[in-house]
């Protein structure tokens, strides 16, 4: 039987739970999910295992590395559309000067 608190596996006949003491009640709890279990468990496996801490040490700095990458992706993306709208500007303020439209000048400096 599985204790609902902690998810230690004891023993079928035990009253209490001999890992974090809490009253065996007989049914698991149903309100808790299965996520949640699975981290526990796995929380549970890190704090007893340091080869678990450092797969995830890994999978963090992995995912720190995806992180740097993926913004420095959406900056360089970002910097190549400001360039390409300056150009545009640039090329439509070319236009407006030639269409001999003269701009008013003096009314808002
Ligand atoms: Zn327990």
Redesign the pocket.
Same mark, same amino acid.
């Given at each position: 039987m599985r =204790?609902a608190? +902690?998810g230690?596996e004891n023993p079928e006949d035990g009253k209490f =739970?001999p890992? +974090?003491g809490?009253p065996m009640t007989g049914k698991r709890l149903t309100s808790a999910p299965q996520r949640t279990d699975m981290w526990s468990q796995f929380l549970r496996m890190a704090a007893k295992e340091k080869k678990a801490l450092i797969i995830l040490g890994c999978c963090l700095l992995l995912f720190l590395f995806f992180l740097v990458v993926f913004l420095l992706f959406v900056w360089t993306a970002l910097r190549t559309a400001d360039q390409r709208k300056s150009v545009s500007d640039r090329a439509v303020a070319a236009q407006m000067e030639k269409s001999a439209v003269p701009p008013e000048s003096g009314s808002a400096e």
């Open positions: =204790c608190k +902690c230690k =739970c890992e +974090c809490s």
